[in-house]
């Protein structure tokens, strides 16, 4: 649910692995649904190695680095709980393009403590 941006300090000889990725915040999501979606990045990650402490197949992530950017042309995903939009960019819009997102009640985004370790 996020885009990322290459480093523009990056340099063609770098290895593609190592290259940094800045993540972008949808002008629309909540800074609480980003921070939900980290640990779940987090998760992930950690089940991508095996009980041997061995990586598993398939192809690495992204070396993506946390940022304040925002991508204020990005267009709202329609049908999410409440919670998963910014209130002040809710709060500019207009009754009628608040409708037509058609918000689904607010979930819960606490995590387990398992998910946290």
Known sequence: MSDDEPDPHSTTTQVKASRKYFVI???WRSREVTNWLRVMDHVYLDHRFAADGRATRGKWTRNRVQSNKV?????????????????????????????RLNMEEAIDLAHTEEMIR
């Open 71 to 99: 991508d204020q042309t990005a267009q709202a995903i329609k049908g999410l709980p409440a919670n998963f939009y910014d209130k002040v960019w809710l709060a500019s819009l207009s009754s009628k393009k608040k409708r």
């Open 25 to 27: 915040r949808p002008v």
